[in-house]
């Protein structure tokens, strides 16, 4: 490898909108022609996953490449080859779930680095002001809020400038004043008769878990889980994998699960194409009409094209007695071949 790059969080574009536990890195890696004999990308690739597994428990680790990690998730959300996507009203219900499809994607053949996209509740500060009593002592709800601000979220109060660039100067409590819910609650708010009353007596002050994201797909609420497919191709392990959640996931009404990642573009792609073969129809060879290359691509090139108009087009050509030139016949080698388009068509200059 010649350089390791990171990214924490969110872009300074805001185009990835993730989380400060989401950690990107790009590694840059030396020509193939130095690497050891026998030595590949999936080796590299492998080692990597062990020592970082290793080294830090409970990671969950995702390998792919640079540009296809952008589109993908620009496109569908997830930039896995497979990303199985719940989506429900209740966030505790989606995670269970999704638990659910972890253990039985990963007993498919092919899985791994098999997760779930958005992190697990985490504790969290909760302060709920009590109304009536902040209305006892003349304090307003936007008063309290305002102090919380500043004393433990903070609040610019001056800009510094530097060449260019420009920061904000944020101002705040300092650690031994908000660090435990004692030194929290025993913030001074100003009543409106100019007395100064602990925040612990305007408000519940308590740690709760929560989620740190909720994520949205089609204005509903989403959990998403990830897989990356390797020794077998896509189609088939996402045919054995449905199979498994079908019956194994018991989806209550509301919730509903989809199938993106890499994946949606397969069948994107498998969904378009159906449409082709129907279309064009089968092509008979005209290398005996032409005997040169040139003038046969140039034919078949536009068979498909005029392919509509070539019926209604050889009806009107037989009936117009102005006609110049006969209809051609077909070689012997070719008269048997049922096509949907005339001879004529094929053959006209």
Not at 322 to 328: D, G, N, V, W, Y
Request: aromatic residues 4%.
């Amino acid at each position: 490898m010649q350089l390791v790059t990171s990214q924490t969080g969110r872009q300074e574009s805001n185009t990835e909108p993730f989380g400060p536990n989401r950690n990107e890195f790009l590694v840059a890696l030396t020509p193939y022609s130095t690497w050891p004999a026998g030595m590949r990308k999936d080796d590299l690739v492998r080692q990597l996953s062990e020592r970082l597994r290793s080294s830090i428990p409970g990671a969950a680790l995702s390998f792919t490449q640079p540009i296809i990690d952008m589109v993908m998730e620009a496109i569908t959300g997830s930039s896995a080859d497979v990303a199985v996507i719940l989506t429900g009203p209740d966030l505790a219900a989606l995670r269970e779930m999704a638990a659910q499809v972890v253990d039985e994607l990963r007993q498919v053949h092919g899985a791994v680095d098999t997760a779930i996209e958005q992190e697990g509740d985490q504790p969290q500060l909760r302060i709920q002001v009590n109304r009536r009593e902040a209305a006892r002592h003349g304090i307003s709800i936007s008063d309290v809020q305002d102090v919380i601000e500043l004393a433990v979220g903070g609040r610019p109060a001056g800009t510094m400038f530097d060449r260019d660039r420009r920061f904000d100067i944020v101002v705040r409590y300092l650690p031994e004043a908000r660090g435990t819910l004692t030194e929290i609650g025993n913030i001074l708010v100003t009543a409106g008769d100019g007395g100064r009353i602990p925040l612990a007596r305007l408000a519940h002050i308590k740690v709760a878990s929560g989620p740190t994201i909720v994520a949205r797909r089609e204005n509903r609420r989403q959990i998403s889980v990830r897989t990356n497919v390797r020794g077998r191709d896509k189609g088939s392990f996402v045919g054995e994998a449905q199979q498994r959640l079908k019956s194994a996931l018991d989806l209550p009404p509301g919730y509903k699960v989809e199938w993106g990642g890499q994946f949606e573009n397969l069948e994107r792609a498998r969904r378009r194409l159906a449409w082709i073969p129907p279309i064009t129809g089968p092509r008979p060879p005209v290398v005996p009409r032409h005997r040169r290359p040139r003038p046969c691509l140039c034919r078949s090139k536009r068979m498909g094209l005029r392919l509509s108009r070539a019926p209604a087009a050889d009806r009107h050509a037989a009936r117009d007695p102005l006609r110049k030139r006969p209809p051609r016949k077909p070689p012997e080698c070719l008269r048997s071949l049922r096509t949907p388009f005339s001879w004529n068509l094929l053959c006209r200059d």
